[in-house]
């Protein structure tokens, strides 16, 4: 019996695709296997034939631009770090300009409602439609997070849930993460946001929790993670918080509805989590295909009206044939720069497959200190692209249930948007952003109107400084 098991066991991993690098034989795997075969489980049968999302089922309405002028804080320019659906006024939420660190913008990241027109499909960014502001910008976090901003990271999400009535539910964190409770929540009316918190999630690894948020449905939320109806995660690049995206359900309130005293550790259901690189110098129990310069900026839980569903993450995948830690080189995007600086730290320079890149990839070809760069520093690639990647929720379900380790489940499909986007920042971002095949953060966060089966994502300084919305209709 015991036998027969396993080669389910091993079937089922072949089936998902875990024969790569990043799902080699683990010994992590192989504690799980005395638990399943105790427990007599077998992996579940496929779902039905056209019960997950495909990417034909994805059909594109088209975009639209965002209201108001160019001065900070009140303004969409540079903003667009969170963005949550609110059912009940047909509307989105959607954060203004980032705060900036060291005095910069301390009250940066503000809150605005704002109308959704119809998408409509333009070569030029100005003659799309513009949605209105149904409430303008507002400070609903002031005196918040004041510790966290430099590169701010925000998640937002609209939940209107009986035990709460409407709430803005919040994540926040930075770029370099210190050890402060990231969550809370506030009134959709942003003048008078009444906010509630600061929450940890767990014991988790805080460069794990607080990059994006989404709603979870009902039904599957009773039934494979105690109810709790939020999910919250973040994907950095250098794989901190995991190599791959994160997702965490959580609930910040009891029967009664009330919101948990400030710190609280909140009770959390893991429903994905790969390996983290402070862990190991190995790409290793990690997302398929996996490289360090990997963004993922937003997410989903799909459920649409014909009746499929899927998890969806959105954001800037790196697809090189090489990825580093440095600069781009001014020879051409195919060869590295890398800081050779961090090189005893960690390999700076890694080809496709994980594997370090040839020896004298190392030696750099610019000199920051004397101003030689002609970017800035951080994970570059030999390629980005803008992708929507696709989980099954029943390989979540697993995970909840223990049945699977968290860093087993793989997308099942993914989707290439480059072609939607317009791809034109401002030029002196480019220093920053990269251009061409090496223009990273391509999009932001992204929103779902189950409803009506409406998928929005924000592509970043596309009108200017500001994102545009970008529409997708789900069969």
Not at 283 to 292: A, E, L
Request: hydrophobic share 35%.
């Amino acid at each position: 019996m015991q036998k027969k098991v396993m080669s389910i066991v091993a079937a089922g991993l072949i089936a998902l695709g875990f024969a790569g690098l990043c799902e080699a034989a683990s010994s992590k795997w192989i504690l799980f296997l005395p638990a399943i075969l105790k427990k007599g489980i077998t992996p579940p049968p496929p779902p039905p034939a056209g019960g997950l999302v495909q990417p034909a089922d994805f059909t594109y309405l088209g975009a639209f631009r965002l209201p108001g002028g160019d001065t900070p804080p009140r303004t969409f320019a540079y903003g667009g770090n969170a963005m949550t659906y609110n059912p009940d006024r047909n509307s989105l939420f959607i954060t203004g300009h980032d705060r900036l660190a060291w005095g910069g913008l301390p009250d940066g990241d503000q809150v605005a409602e704002v109308s959704i027109p119809t998408p409509a499909i333009a070569a030029d960014p100005a003659a799309l439609p513009q949605a209105a502001f149904i409430q303008n910008f507002q400070n609903p976090l002031a005196g918040r997070f004041t510790d966290m901003d430099e590169i701010p990271k925000v998640g937002l999400q609209y939940l209107n849930h009986p035990a709460t009535g409407p709430l803005l539910h919040v994540a926040w964190g930075q770029h370099l993460q210190p050890d402060i409770p990231s969550h809370g929540w506030f009134s959709p009316t942003l003048a008078t946001p009444n906010f509630k918190g600061t929450w940890y999630i767990g014991n988790q690894n805080l460069y794990s929790t607080n990059g994006y948020m989404f709603d979870i449905p009902v039904a599957w939320a009773d039934a494979n993670a105690s109810g709790r109806y939020l999910a919250t995660g973040r994907m950095r690049d250098g794989g901190q918080g995991g190599m791959g995206p994160t997702l965490f359900a959580y609930r910040p309130w009891g029967s009664s509805g009330a919101a948990p005293a400030p710190g609280t550790r909140l009770s959390e259901t893991t429903l994905l989590l790969y390996e983290n690189a402070d862990s190991t110098p190995d790409i290793v129990r990690c997302m398929k295909g996996y490289q360090h310069p990997d963004e993922w900026e937003g997410g989903a839980w799909l459920t649409t009206p014909s009746g499929k569903s899927a998890i969806l993450f959105a954001g800037t995948k790196s697809n090189g044939t090489k990825y580093w830690y440095g600069y781009v080189n001014p020879a051409g995007p195919n060869l590295p720069c890398v800081d050779p600086y961090y090189n005893e730290e960690y390999t700076t320079c890694r080809m496709a497959n994980g594997s370090p890149c040839p020896p004298a990839d190392f030696t750099g070809c610019c000199d920051e200190g004397a101003g030689t760069c002609v970017s800035y520093r951080g994970w570059w690639s030999t390629r980005f692209d803008a992708q929507i990647i696709l989980y099954d929720p029943a390989d979540l379900a697993r995970v909840a249930r223990g049945e699977l380790a968290p860093w087993q489940p793989q997308p099942y499909a993914a989707l290439d948007i480059d072609s939607h986007l317009y791809l034109v920042p401002p030029e002196w971002d480019v220093v920053n952003l990269g251009e061409g095949v090496q223009r990273r953060y391509r999009i932001g966060d992204s929103a779902y109107d189950r409803s009506r089966g409406l998928l929005y994502v924000l592509e970043q300084l596309a009108d200017g400084a500001k994102p545009v919305v970008h529409v997708w209709r789900l069969e």
